[in-house]
């Protein structure tokens, strides 16, 4: 089973900024895509970011492209979301996943981090 812990929500100003990190057990393969995908309130889950285990490429949804950045530290088995500018509509909870695709999702979810963004 495959443990996936995310951190580093919490309230921020609009146009501040954020940095997530998710913590992932279990191995990783060069196949892998790691991906942040995140949920607002009364929202469906929506798929935000990706990054290939093997190569670093990455991809992201329209809405956060120019102001979020999806990082990996290979030695750590940690992925991160760093967040800049960050608006009001960006408020949700934000998942880390493991899938096999740019935005596709694996079977296995954390518990997730609350981001707020409030004035």
């Known amino acids: 089973v495959q443990q996936l812990v995310e951190s580093g929500g919490g309230l921020v100003q609009p146009g501040g900024s954020l940095t997530l990190s998710c913590s992932v057990s279990?191995?990783?393969?060069?196949?892998?895509?790691m991906g942040w995908f995140r949920q607002g309130p009364g929202k469906e889950r929506e798929y935000v970011a990706a990054?290939?285990?093997?190569?670093?490429?990455?991809y992201y949804t329209d809405s956060v492209k120019g102001r979020f950045t999806i990082s990996k530290d290979k030695d750590k088995n940690a992925v991160y979301l760093q967040m800049n500018s960050l608006k009001p509509e960006d408020t949700a909870v934000y998942y880390c996943?493991?899938?096999?695709?740019?935005?596709?999702?694996?079977?296995?979810w954390g518990q997730g981090t609350q981001v707020t963004v409030s004035s």
């Open positions: 279990g191995r990783l393969y060069t196949s892998s895509v």
């Open positions: 990054i290939r285990w093997s190569n670093g490429l990455t």
């Open positions: 996943n493991k899938g096999t695709s740019p935005g596709t999702s694996g079977p296995f």
